[in-house]
């Protein structure tokens, strides 16, 4: 009999713990479960975790794909009473306390954890979904990648692609994700890919940010704000705020002032809704389609059923304020939930879920960055990159991961280098703008 017939079939006595993502939220809690008296079964479409906070420096050629993404079987090689599924889940039915999925007979569940994540929300912009690129997933990264240097590639063989905007990068949106690409790119741009291809005119090369409103990085403080702008601006990005977008065309956008830009690259990182399998629990779901919890992150009306991470609304115990859509809140929502799943299986009493903040920050390239501290402190600059630094080696799932990021971005730090510029599909330039 195999690991996953056991999962399912055998001691059916002992608690069923089934994890929907393989994400910071559902591996926070495999993590949290793995000395309790349940067994486990986590499913993803991917068989990798994603570190999704730097999926823009694979992006950027700055760290390789295997660099942020980790095997989740890896991940399980101590848990013995853990098995992985790399399957598609189809929907999920509250009241029968069952999971569909693809190849799969449905899986009965005595506890529910829902982290599937989000999908990238175009908010109706026409266009955007058949000519925008996004950057949310491992995928996403590797195809902008490829798309920059394919580009680069057309205009090398025929400049007048230039003329048509082949050397003008959008991004629409203005938060981390927008800001951190941004500089990424500017720095990209005008260090290794000048050198790669002398007979281009780089330097007239635009990174645009489109933000619809006043303000980049809006949840930070106003003098990080600013910084972050002035950072950008010496490095050549164009900061465009009050600066919406109307329409997305193959090769031109459309701006909500009328004015049309043209562009071969429009990344789009204007916000996120919940994964679409939030709209098969028959719940009324909380603006952009997340799933509400309780205190304990419970579902309301559904005890054992938990939500954690992109997918859920989650909001501050004390204060009631909504969390933000970070990788650390999602993990310590992880590691609450396999605890509060062991205090219920012991009769134990569940207290309230509590966010502890570490800061918020946001890397605006090289040597520069803006960090907002727990009790109201700031940094910015170097002291302030370094710090982004530390979190994210802190926040990796594995030890290889820290090494081997920790050396690339020594390397890169020192030499002013990137990883190894080559183009990993096969598809054609023409292909990857359809």
């Given at each position: ?36 008296p349940v067994r486990i079964t986590i499913l993803d479409k991917h068989d990798y975790h994603t570190f999704q906070p730097l999926l823009y420096q694979v992006a950027t050629q700055e ?92 205009v090398d063989k025929e400049p007048k692609l230039i003329d048509d905007g082949a050397l003008s990068f959008c991004i629409i949106g203005g938060g981390p994700t927008g800001t951190e ?89 204007a916000g996120l809704q919940a994964n679409p399998i939030a709209a098969s629990l028959g719940i009324e779901l909380a603006p952009g389609g997340h799933v509400p919890v309780g205190p ?139």
């Amino acid at each position: 009999m195999t690991n996953d017939q056991r999962s399912t079939t055998d001691d059916s006595s002992t608690p069923h713990v089934v994890i929907l993502g393989a994400g910071f939220g559902g591996v926070g809690a495999v993590l949290e479960l793995r000395d309790a008296p349940v067994r486990i079964t986590i499913l993803d479409k991917h068989d990798y975790h994603t570190f999704q906070p730097l999926l823009y420096q694979v992006a950027t050629q700055e760290l390789d794909p295997t660099e942020v993404g980790y095997p989740v079987r890896d991940l399980l090689h101590r848990h013995n009473n853990v098995v992985f599924h790399k399957c598609e889940v189809n929907s999920v039915d509250l009241a029968k306390k069952q999971v569909v999925v693809d190849g799969m007979s449905p899986l009965d569940y005595d506890y529910l954890v829902l982290a599937l994540g989000a999908i990238v929300n175009y908010h109706g912009t026409p266009g955007a979904a058949e000519h925008a690129l996004p950057l949310y997933t491992m995928n996403d990264a590797i195809r902008l990648h490829d798309h920059i240097l394919k580009t680069l590639e057309a205009v090398d063989k025929e400049p007048k692609l230039i003329d048509d905007g082949a050397l003008s990068f959008c991004i629409i949106g203005g938060g981390p994700t927008g800001t951190e690409l941004a500089g990424a790119m500017a720095d990209l741009l005008h260090t290794e890919l000048k050198a790669d291809y002398p007979n281009l005119p780089i330097d007239e090369a635009r990174v645009i940010v489109y933000e619809h409103s006043p303000h980049l990085l809006a949840p930070f403080k106003p003098k990080l704000r600013d910084y972050a702008r002035k950072a950008l601006e010496e490095r050549g990005v164009e900061v465009q705020t009050e600066s919406g977008v109307a329409e997305v065309g193959a090769k031109e956008i459309t701006l909500a002032s009328g004015e049309k830009v043209k562009t071969h690259t429009l990344v789009w990182a204007a916000g996120l809704q919940a994964n679409p399998i939030a709209a098969s629990l028959g719940i009324e779901l909380a603006p952009g389609g997340h799933v509400p919890v309780g205190p304990d992150l419970q579902i309301k009306d559904h005890p054992g059923a938990f939500a954690i991470g992109d997918i859920a609304s989650t909001t501050e115990a004390e204060s009631g304020k909504p969390l933000p859509g970070l990788a650390a809140v999602a993990l310590q929502a992880g590691h609450y939930v396999g605890k509060a799943i062991t205090h219920i299986i012991a009769g134990k009493e569940v207290k309230p879920f509590k966010y502890h903040d570490k800061g918020t920050m946001a890397q605006v390239g090289r040597g520069a960055a803006v960090v907002e501290l727990p009790k109201g402190g700031t940094l910015t600059g170097r002291v302030a990159w370094l710090a982004w630094l530390g979190i994210h080696l802190h926040l990796l799932s594995s030890a290889e991961e820290k090494t081997s990021v920790f050396v690339d971005w020594g390397w890169n730090l020192l030499t002013h280098k990137r990883g190894k510029r080559i183009i990993l599909s096969d598809e054609d330039h023409e292909e990857s703008n359809s």
